[in-house]
Nanobody
Framework: QVQLVESGGGLVQAGGSLRLSCVAS????????MAWYRQTPGKERELVAD???????NYADFAKGRFTISRNNAKNTVDLQMNSLNAEDTAVYYC??????????????WGQGTQVTVSS
């Protein structure tokens, strides 16, 4: 059994900042990559940023220069620092982990999501 627990969402004014955190626990041998996605009603879930176990990062165009993803491999955590937020960033943000299970096998797991609301 695996858990991804997100925190840090909330309401913020346009131009403000939020920091999202996600911690993974359970039957995990190794987390290979972690990511943040977001989704708004009526739209498909989209990648915000991802990070490999070696620290390599990838950002969606809308996140470049404003968001920073980081992780702590020892603690199985991934954070997303979001600056200069605008109303278009309002969404449910989901943590994602691609991991190797303790008994083998490669899996992808999702957190429950955390709401980010940016008021204009």
């Amino acid at each position: 059994q695996v858990q991804l627990v997100e925190s840090g969402g909330g309401l913020v004014q346009a131009g403000g900042s939020l920091r999202l955190s996600c911690v993974a626990s359970g039957s995990i041998f190794r987390i290979n990559a972690m990511a943040w996605y977001r989704q708004t009603p009526g739209k498909e879930r989209e990648l915000v940023a991802d990070i490999t176990s070696g620290g390599g990062t990838n950002y969606a165009d809308f996140a470049k220069g404003r968001f920073t993803i980081s992780r702590n491999n020892a603690k199985n955590t991934v954070d997303l620092q979001m600056n200069s937020l605008n109303a278009e960033d309002t969404a449910v943000y989901y943590c994602n982990a691609m991991y190797t299970g303790k008994t083998g096998g490669e899996y992808t797991y999702w957190g429950q999501g955390t709401q980010v609301t940016v008021s204009s």
